[in-house]
């Protein structure tokens, strides 16, 4: 049985326009690719306060302003996932990996030489769009 998973994810852009990306770490055959941080939505939640949630526990940082940016659903060969992505606009205290992982500010022409999920590239498609 194939496990399904919700999933918020912002897309943090610095001041030069660069994009947060974290690494994945804690094992599973994920580990040492990179991803845009956010995490799984529980029950009762929304997208918007898992994001919330999921960047306070991460990163440390508390959301200011978030606009949708993007859905999209993946299927991998042991799990699907279903992901919310946001454009996060404004936030307040500097991002750490507060869960160990690595953080990389990267311009959106460079996302590409990332070792991002494969159910990210989409998103790094629409970015080198917007950035052009």
């Known amino acids: 049985m194939i496990s399904r998973f919700r999933v918020a994810a912002g897309i943090l852009r610095d001041s030069r326009g660069r994009v947060l990306i974290a690494e994945r770490v804690g094992g599973g055959p994920f580990q040492g690719m990179w991803e845009f941080p956010g995490g799984k939505i529980g029950d ?10 999921e960047l306070l526990e991460e990163l440390g940082i508390e959301l200011g302003a978030v606009e949708c940016f993007m859905h999209l659903e993946h299927d991998y060969p042991d799990r699907s996932v279903s992901i919310d992505f946001f454009l996060v606009r404004a936030w307040s205290n500097e991002p750490a990996g507060l869960e160990g992982q690595a953080l990389r500010w990267v311009s959106p022409e460079q996302l590409g030489e990332q070792n991002i999920l494969p159910a990210d590239v989409p998103v790094i498609e629409a970015l080198q769009q917007m950035a052009s």
């Open 44 to 53: 009762g939640e929304s997208p918007e306060q898992a994001l919330e949630r």
